[in-house]
């Protein structure tokens, strides 16, 4: 099973997602998603999403700030503000420690990291911000591969401004 992980589109969804995430069987949005981009993702590929500080009242009705599930025999949990190991949310931290997911993803920072956690023996994803707002410079989207463990992670970097695939 291949996923596509985005996060803090700020109601922009860059070209390149419908490049990058073709193959990809989901996609998953990790907050900050802004107007419109929700509906545009799930008309694209099947799509789970935690919405974001941004995020308005008619997608905190629809998306929950946290969400736990299981892809391919692997425990995710999603959410916006996470932090990363070692520098976990207090609130996230406990939530970790006793759901014990293989994968954790968070968006919310605008900076892409992918890395284990020793501690907690997860991976954590946080695939950087594809929009057009904040400090970031360049747009990043995150793929990989489940099968039986999370494994060929490919990143895609562009310009924050450019609208279609170079």
Request: charged fraction near 20%.
């Amino acid at each position: 099973m291949k996923i596509g992980v985005i996060s803090d589109t700020h109601g922009t969804l860059p070209r390149q997602v419908y490049s990058f995430f073709d193959q990809c069987d989901e996609v998953w949005h990790c907050g900050d998603i802004g107007p419109g981009v929700f509906d545009e993702l799930r008309q694209f590929k099947p799509t789970r999403a935690v919405y974001g500080n941004i995020d308005g009242g008619d997608l905190r009705l629809e998306l929950p700030r946290t969400a736990i599930f299981s892809v391919g025999g692997l425990k995710v949990v999603m959410t916006h503000i996470g932090g990363y190991p070692g520098h976990y949310q207090p609130a996230i931290g406990r939530l970790l420690s006793t759901e014990r997911p293989d994968i954790f993803v968070c968006g919310h920072s605008h900076i892409l990291k992918i890395m284990y956690d020793k501690q907690l023996q997860l991976l954590h994803i946080n695939p950087g911000a594809a929009g057009c707002y904040g400090i970031h410079r360049f747009s990043t989207l995150v793929r990989f591969d489940i099968d039986g463990t999370p494994r060929n992670a490919q990143i895609l970097e562009f310009p924050k401004f450019a609208t279609s695939a170079e």
